[in-house]
DNA sequence: AATGAATGAGCCTTCATTCAT
DNA sequence: GATGAATGAAGGCTCATTCAT
């Protein structure tokens, strides 16, 4: 029964601080919506913000990067797979993914002391994969300048479409990135990304 | 004096609302920080709720999208101004720009009932008008999907390179968005979205 | 009325942090107390921790050991007058000093930051004023151990006879600091120390 | 083990109540110091404020002024052992008799109802043998007002020197109370005493 | 005899807000 | 228009205590 409590305290806490952020968020709501006693917080995670940071955590864990089916693809065919699972795991709906997106919002605009570690961990694994990849086709090495360009360009079209909800809606309003959307919208990114690095590549020279 | 006391609490209150947010933020700070009495929120805009929508309101009045020098330039050029613009107008530190991202961040996460709204005002002049500039280049009407496709990877990528702080720092730590850095990142967008489009316009298969 | 305010709320703290010391006080008995809002502490004094200090500040004002009438007398009526003064002060029941003392026992049992400073303060006027008489009549310098041996032992008479009271009631009932026995106490002091300055100084063995 | 383990939680209580005074102490801490758990205490005492009552009973019944070797002694000799005595036993630094004079400093700023009489068991029979001792040498009955004030006199003096920490850090910050100084400070008191005695007792005048 | 999860009360503090002036 | 004292509600946190095991 522990466990579970703590369990249950912690999801309550992702869905409260994702959805009213963490200084909006209450404790006594976090408790409610787990069943749970105020005080236990205190007990299991110390105060507010050592939950906030757990759940944090927590949510980082569960990586999402992780791409499968990457082995033994040519380099143009990952660009298409990780681009494609990005935006499917970013467009989970309600799911965990879109409290991790909520979530990490709230860091963005409010850094606090361990943004940037968590986003190292978050976010490196992914950017260095991209970087393998653009310089395997690019034929550039991976520190080179044009390489990052085009990895934060691929990174900033997949968060644009993957998590600004809002603008979209105000924007284009049937773009609602279902499976069909998704597809074409990851299409969209890694097949221009690739005809540029096509383009560009010190190879296309020859 | 009267509209002066107003007028410092507003100032005041965009940056504790940019710094803190809606919840985080209180009434006393906006209050020192305008050298006002803290009952003058009260009396002037009803509660705090009411001064936040106001400086939501202000912020969107203040149109930072009017990119000007975009007349009888080519679509291309107008697209590399254009870019170049947002790059510039986003990354001003300290300027009304900041603010504004910061609260629209706030606006992004927890969307309220207005953000789609100020989104539709602030949004709409510069997504129509790169619509305009792609369906130029590209050839193809507006509205096409491939048009609003590359629209939103522009604004995205803008949006990543401007304000991914956080982000950048992890991943990307010299990349500061020096005014030589600008230059190149806002080169990058634009010179490979139009590689793409040369590559991808009808025309291009004439 | 402000002031008012702020006065009966640093009345009722001085009360009730004699009665039940810094941690058993609670800011909401002191407010009750005081028939004041709770969050007026916060207002006036920032925290219940400055409160207290304010509190100690203001007992340790009230300066209890300027006596008066010291002027022209001798060394030997000086060190009368003021061994007097103190045990008449430190007995005034139920007053200022009453609480004076109860608040001073909390600091030495657990002495905070400024017990120390404060205590310099209080303290050091007097333990001066009896080190000059004493080096008066014993012919020593002030700094000699002898004399502040002698002052020491003073202090610890006094403070014993005016603030043990529980060690009073079991070990002499009949000892209640009435004036008379105040007179008898001071006298026994004062008396004795002169005795035996006078047997041990210098100029007794010329 | 059972025994073992109350004991070891009246240990670290007497330890926990000295250091923060009752109010202060937690529970939860003294079980931790104890390495025992929560509800431990609740079970063996019954709850905190019975612990704390077990407590003080423990420390006065460990009584410490039983001063060896005083048989046989002249009266003025036992004077001078047993405040040497005291004063040795007071300033044992991490010994019981620091922690009891700790507790014995909140029991004298908020007498409980058995202050007192912890106080007639504790005190009374170092009172009675120094006034058997002081009637010895002045020849006057031990009910004799002047045996009594003089007893009151050693008992300040030795309090003051043994006890005033704060006090002497402030005023005289080389008096630590070492080995030496305490053979100092005890002849003094005893000395002085002695002289006073000498030259008031009735035989002085023969 | 001992554990550790769970409880409920209460504490200090902070906040937005109001009111008399 | 503007002030500053005052309010009441709520928030985070801590504590002694209990209960099932």
Redesign the interface.
Known sequence: MADDTRERLLRAATEVFA??????ATVREICTRADANVALINYYFGDKLALYEQVLRDVVAADPARAPGLLGASPEEGLRVIIGTMLEKASEARGNSSLRY?LM???????SEG???M??IT??PV?DKLRTLVSAISGLPATH??V???V??L???????AH?????????PE?KLTAEQRK??AE??AG??L??LR??SPAAHL
């Open positions: 959805e009213k952020g963490y200084a909006a909520r919002m709230h860091e963005f605009s409010h850094p943004t940037v570690r986003l190292e976010m490196r950017y300048d044009h990052r360009l085009c934060h360009s990174l900033g079209q997949v968060a644009h479409f600004s909800g809002p603008i979209m809606e105000a924007l284009w773009m074409m919208v969209h990114i221009s990304m005809v540029y383009e560009t």
